[in-house]
DNA sequence: CTTCAGACCTGGTGGC
DNA sequence: TGCCACCAGGTCTGAA
């Protein structure tokens, strides 16, 4: 899946095109994502979209006057696909045309928004309105975002400190920071010279405060690049982001070490029922 | 309580 | 070429 830099790389893209536009029509696959049918998107008909946000991976599409606001996770494979050709803007076709794609939005004076997703492990929702939006569960479970003033050295080793399970799990965890994923995660932990399967109790606090600023300068970093192109993953308007040329550790294996003064050689192992990629020399 | 394996899905890849 | 096992950016659940 998209992780945070993708997901913000998508809605800085995206909102150019969207914001201000009136949906003229919507169509949605009778099929489950995430194990739950796509809510009724009527009441998002005429609504006039005017911003897009970013909570985490999540994206909200939020409408005028207080109207509907759309949640959308990417899963692993999810794809916005934006056309703004005037003749394809049946929503309905666009269901039709990919039996990947489970969500249309028509826009007025043409062009179209749809959600592809093949392997369905992402997640529609439609609020009400904002005061819906702050009691949405998996919203109102987010930690804080890396990139924000509540993201410190000091919550972080709060954090950390209670917890047995590894340092790569515990940063994972939504709940304790909102938007890491496998990769980025590892990519940080390489940065910052600590190994995945740590304990997390067993950081320090001035581990945590370096892993602080690594975490930021590496999600920094991919946003600058577009994020990273692997498999489904393609900015808003369908071009590739190049971070993944700059992993240090991801899919690396076998590969040296990227830190200038050390000889290691990347190792690939099973964590957590996900791979992991470290140097088993200058992350301890 | 916390932690972790398994389930949920499809498609692409590499081995035989 | 065909078949099959395995792997993939995530999240939730239930069991230990």
Redesign the pocket.
Known sequence: ???LP?VETIRRGLLPVVRDRRIAGVARRPV?L??RPIPDLAPLLRARITSLGRR??YLLWRTADGGPVLVM?L???GRVLVTEDSDMCDPRRALAAD??VHLALALEGGGLIAFRD????G?LALLSDEAAVSRH??LA?LGPEPLGADFTADYLYRRLR?????VK??L?D?SVVAG????YVLEALHLTGIRPTRR?DRIGYQRCARLVVGIRSVLEEAIAAG???????RLADGSL?YF?HRFRVYGRENRPCARPDCDGTITKRAQ????SYYCPVCQR
């Open positions: 899946m998209p992780e993708e489950a995430h194990g985490g991976k996770h899963g692993m494979s039996r990947h093949p392997r369905r492990f997640q569960p998996a479970a209670t917890s047995r399970a590894s799990a515990r994972m939504q890491l994923g496998n990769i997390a994020g990273s192109s692997l498999r489904d993953y982001g993944q957590a029922g996900r791979t």
